[in-house]
C-alpha cells in the first residue's frame, strides 16, 4: 500500500468501493454497442432524475442557503472549495455573480485545488493534500462573518476535508455539498447537504449527473441569497453590471419594464448614473436626483423598499 493510501485509509477516506458515485451500473454495461440515438436518450434519462434527488435534499438546502444569506448580510463572504469539477463549478459559479448581481469580486470566491492552473488543466495529487485545503483558508482570512462551502462529489476529498475543518474551527458556516451518504466531509460541516444521484453512465464520472447536481445546487444558493439580500427587483437583474453590449441592452429592457418608459429615455437615466440600474430607475420614477437616488440605495440596497416608502 502507498503512503498516499495508507494516509488515507488512515482518515477513513478510502472506501471507495461503498459509495454510489463509483458503482457500475449494469444498466451500462453494453453502451460502447448502443447507437448515438440509444445513448442520446441513455444520457437523458438518467440526468431527468437528478432535479429528483435535489428535490428530496431540500430540508438540508434551504438551511444552508439562509447561513449563506445571513453571512452575506453582516458583510461576510461566500467561499466555496472544491478540487477537479466540484472545484471548477465553484469558480464558474463564483465568476458570476460580479455581473449578475453587482457583487464585488471578493465577496464570492471559488476555490480549486491546485490553484488557477487546475481550472484549465488536472493537476495531479492536488486533491489528496488535507493541509493545503486548511492553508487556503487561513490565507484567505476566513472568520466568523463567512460562509464556506466544501464541493465534494465523494464527500471524501481531502483537500475539502482540510478547508471545512479549518473554516469551523475558525467560525464560519461550514456547508458540505456532496452526492454520496455519510460522508466524511459531512461529518466536518455544520450543515451537510447530501444529494446522492446514483451511478453515473460512465461509473466513476462524477461530471455526468454528480457535476449536473452540484451545479444546480450552487444555482440555489448564489442566486437565492442574492435575491435576500435585494439584489433583484422581482426577477429582474437590477443590480447587474452593464460592462457589455449584451447586458447593456438588458439594462435598457429592465428600465423600461419597471418605469414604462420608452427606450430613449431609459437608455438616457442609464447613462446619467453610469449604467447602474436601480439609481436610473428611481430618477424615472421617482423623480429623485442621482446623488439622492443612491444616498437611499445606500441604506440597505433595495429598489423595492425606495420604491414603496415614496409611493
Request: net charge negative.
Amino acid at each position: 500500500m502507498s503512503i498516499l493510501r495508507d494516509g488515507l485509509a488512515a482518515a477513513g477516506l478510502d472506501r471507495m468501493d461503498e459509495m454510489l458515485t463509483e458503482q457500475a451500473d449494469p444498466r451500462y454495461a453494453d453502451i460502447d454497442r448502443a447507437s448515438v440515438a440509444e445513448l442520446a436518450l441513455l444520457m437523458n434519462d438518467a440526468d431527468a432524475s437528478v432535479p429528483l434527488a435535489i428535490r428530496a435534499a431540500m430540508p438540508q438546502i434551504v438551511p444552508a442557503i439562509e447561513a449563506v444569506a445571513d453571512r452575506l448580510a453582516r458583510g461576510g463572504r461566500l467561499i466555496y472549495v472544491g478540487a477537479g469539477t466540484a472545484g471548477r463549478i465553484g469558480v464558474l459559479d463564483a465568476s458570476e455573480c460580479p455581473p449578475t448581481f453587482g457583487t464585488p469580486p471578493s465577496q464570492v470566491l471559488g476555490v480549486i485545488a491546485g490553484g488557477p492552473a487546475a481550472i484549465l488543466a488536472a493537476q495531479e495529487g492536488a486533491e489528496d493534500d488535507m493541509d493545503a485545503g486548511a492553508r487556503v483558508i487561513s490565507d484567505l482570512g476566513v472568520d466568523t462573518r463567512d460562509a464556506v462551502v466544501g464541493v465534494a462529489a465523494s464527500g471524501r476529498t481531502p483537500f475539502v476535508i482540510g478547508a471545512i475543518r479549518a473554516a469551523r474551527a475558525r467560525g464560519a458556516a461550514t456547508i458540505a455539498l456532496s452526492c454520496n451518504l455519510d460522508t466524511p466531509v459531512s461529518l466536518e460541516a455544520e450543515l451537510p447537504i447530501e444529494v446522492p444521484v446514483g451511478p453515473e453512465v460512465l461509473a466513476g464520472s462524477t461530471r455526468l449527473k454528480a457535476g449536473t447536481a452540484q451545479k444546480l445546487v450552487l444555482n440555489m444558493i448564489s442566486t437565492i441569497a442574492m435575491v435576500r439580500l435585494g439584489k433583484t427587483f422581482g426577477n429582474l437583474m437590477v443590480d447587474l453590471r452593464a460592462t457589455n453590449d449584451k447586458l447593456r441592452e438588458r439594462a435598457i429592457r429592465i428600465v423600461q419594464t419597471v418605469t414604462g418608459s420608452d427606450r430613449e429615455v431609459a437608455e438616457a437615466a442609464l447613462l446619467a448614473t453610469d449604467w447602474e440600474v436601480k439609481p436610473a430607475i428611481l430618477v424615472l420614477e421617482r423623480g429623485l436626483a442621482v446623488d439622492e437616488a443612491r444616498r437611499r440605495l445606500a441604506l440597505d440596497g433595495r429598489l423595492r423598499h425606495v420604491l414603496e416608502e415614496d409611493a
